[in-house]
């Protein structure tokens, strides 16, 4: 969702699975972030498909963007069922709902404001911003008041950013990705590749540096030169407001914003000598070129109600990595930078609660957030329990357990509140799936020379019934495919109990890869045995690209089988000469 030539907020870099894989729905993998000594994480929701961002309402919910257009709660530590609103949500690669605010009067007035990426009425897309007023856990009906329509989107879907914070001036800041447009990202008469700066009712401020010289919204531009500024956030008591903006092939960057400053993208990436860009406040380089880095997250250690972390994290910002999976801090005058977690998969954001936690969004795993907070105790903790798992008579199932603690952990797994032999590992499987196991509850204990817990325990479902088969029947696997061209897709599904499969059973989703990551393409959806996809004209210029077809059928018992086909793009090789000699030939933008 976000990386270098195709990054920002509706797809995500992921490492891939082979071509041709089979995959097993009920495998389980989760996230696992290994934080420093002195602190500890806990699970506090999942569910959360293709989440963005997320924002703590001042009454202490959270709230998370879904691309597909539904804004979750989560209320005393559970994801509501009803989302607070859905919005007509275009949600093809990084496009959709991806960004979320309160007002500073929230407690009064009720608003909250969201950037999400609509169609215009006219064929094509454009990213809005609006304010919606709350009635308790769902927006008042009607409530929409649109403050800002951004300019038309065109073909590409990457680079729309959609950051939302108030600054203590209490006007709404808006961070706004450069849709792969270069030629528009150092023009100000355009909302690419900015950030936007309007009042709370979408009128804008006459202090704002380009209000005297351009016209209409574009008097709403602050800063200009961004690539793809992802995540944002404003310091309590400074006003300051740091932006974590995702590079291309060297660098990450966290930028100060500051009224009327040029950035230089996209002739300046990282660290520049030219004086008329504003340098990076702090920039990382990747750790070899065009690596797969995206840095995501923005959050001031600034807590509202304590302060739970050691007294020197009070200022600090701190930014993750989508693709090198870690949390940092840096202070926000020296520019010291320390770890605080790593192996995280898939982060796109981090806020900090009024109490001084801080959480952290993953889309790994169908979406979760996480807690961390600091601890004293000297014994374990369960982050992540084992979750309850529904398999075929016959077949595999393996349950997991993640723990924290100090020193060595042990494992003592139980079935039905009685000790397994040989069970003490951090999982347990169990090979071949009987009849009898169904029912069986399987928890965990984990100890260490501080104490033990107990998880909560699973429930296990074997079911007398035999998997689905799918099978993706075009395109062949040796189609390849043009830009501008038609992907025409179609499978079968067999069920031995249920016979052949109906068109609601079928799940597909389509996926772009480049080099080691890869982005959402088309979000999975139902009900269809045959569909077809045009495939874009502008986006990623590499050669290593190609797109997974992936089909799902679930069968009337609800078992399921998952096929994959990658498909890869015609090539020729074109020789480009020109006139004298010697000239720099760009081929989109790069």
């Known amino acids: 969702m ?28 989760r996230t696992l972030m290994t934080v420093i000594s002195g602190f500890q994480e806990s699970l506090v929701a999942g569910g ?58 929230f407690a009064s007035n009720k608003y909250l404001y969201i950037y999400y990426t609509r169609p215009d009425g006219a064929g094509g897309y454009k990213n809005r911003v609006s304010r919606f007023t709350a009635n308790g856990d769902v927006a008042v009906a009607g409530s929409e008041k649109v403050l800002l329509e951004g300019d038309g989107l065109g073909p590409s879907t990457w680079h729309n950013s959609g950051a939302l914070k108030f600054g203590l001036d209490g ?58 500024p992802f995540t944002m956030d404003v310091q309590p008591g400074t006003g300051r407001i740091f932006v974590s903006e995702v590079g291309q092939a060297a660098y990450e960057e966290i930028n100060e914003i500051k009224k009327g400053a040029n950035y230089g993208w996209p002739s300046a990436e990282g660290p520049s000598s030219n004086p008329a860009y504003t340098n990076p406040f702090y920039a990382y380089a990747h750790p070899v070129p065009d690596a797969d880095s995206a840095i995501t997250g923005a959050a001031f250690y600034n807590p509202k109600n304590s302060v739970m972390f050691p007294s020197d994290y009070v ?40 109490d001084g936690s801080l959480y952290y969004l993953s889309r790994a795993n169908g979406g979760q957030v996480f807690r961390v907070r600091s601890t004293t105790s000297t014994g374990p903790s369960i982050s992540v329990p084992p979750q309850s798992k529904t398999v075929a008579a016959s077949q595999p199932v393996t349950f997991n357990v993640t723990a924290a603690g100090s020193g060595t952990l042990s494992y003592r797994w139980q079935r039905n509140s009685v000790d397994i032999a040989g069970a003490t590992g951090a999982s347990y499987t169990i090979s071949n799936t009987q009849l009898s196991d169904n029912g069986a509850q399987f928890r965990a204990i984990v100890s260490n020379a501080g104490g033990s817990v107990t998880s909560s325990a699973a429930t296990l479902t074997v079911l007398n019934n035999k998997a ?73 210029t590499a050669p290593d690209v190609f797109y997974r077809i992936r089909l799902t059928v679930k069968d009337s018992a609800g078992l399921t089988h998952t096929v994959e086909r990658d498909i890869y793009p015609q090539k020729i090789n074109l020789t480009l000469a020109t006139e004298p000699a010697g000239l720099s030939v760009t081929i989109d933008g790069q």
């Not at 008469?189 to 009042?199: C, M, P, T």
Request: hydrophobic share 35%; glycine share 10%; aromatic share 10%.
């Open 171 to 228: 006007k709404l800041y808006i961070a706004s990705g450069d849709n792969q447009k270069n030629s528009q990202v150092q023009n100000k008469n355009s909302l690419f590749g900015k950030i936007l700066r309007i009042n709370s009712d979408g009128t804008i401020p006459t202090d704002n540096p380009f209000y005297a010289t351009n016209t209409g919204k574009y008097r709403s531009v602050w800063s200009y030169g961004h690539r793809n």
């Open 315 to 354: 200022g600090d910002f701190f930014f993750g990595d989508y693709g090198q999976g870690f949390i940092k801090r840096i202070d926000s005058n020296s520019k010291a930078v320390n770890n605080f977690g790593s192996n995280i998969s898939e982060l796109t954001d981090i806020d900090i609660a009024a």
């Open 48 to 105: 959360l498909s293709r989440a963005v961002q997320m924002d703590f309402a001042p009454d202490g919910r959270l709230f998370v963007t879904q691309q597909d257009g539904k804004l979750r709660v989560i209320k005393n530590g559970s994801l509501l069922a009803t989302p607070f609103v859905t919005v007509p949500s275009h949600n093809t690669g990084e496009s959709g709902l991806i960004g979320i605010t309160f007002d500073p009067n």
């Open 468 to 540: 689905p088969v799918a099978a993706i029947t075009s395109p062949s696997a040796d189609f390849l495919w043009t830009g501008g061209g038609e992907i025409a897709f179609s499978g079968t599904g067999m069920d031995t109990e249920d016979g052949t499969l109906p068109a609601s059973a079928f799940t597909w989703e389509i996926d772009f890869h480049h080099a080691e990551h890869h982005h959402p393409f088309i979000a999975p959806y139902s009900g269809v045995k045959s569909d077809s996809v045009t495939i874009p004209t502008v986006g990623e």
């Open 2 to 29: 976000f990386r270098r030539n195709d990054s920002s907020k509706g797809s995500i870099c992921a490492h891939s699975q082979g071509a041709g894989a089979v995959v097993a729905e009920h495998l389980e993998s």
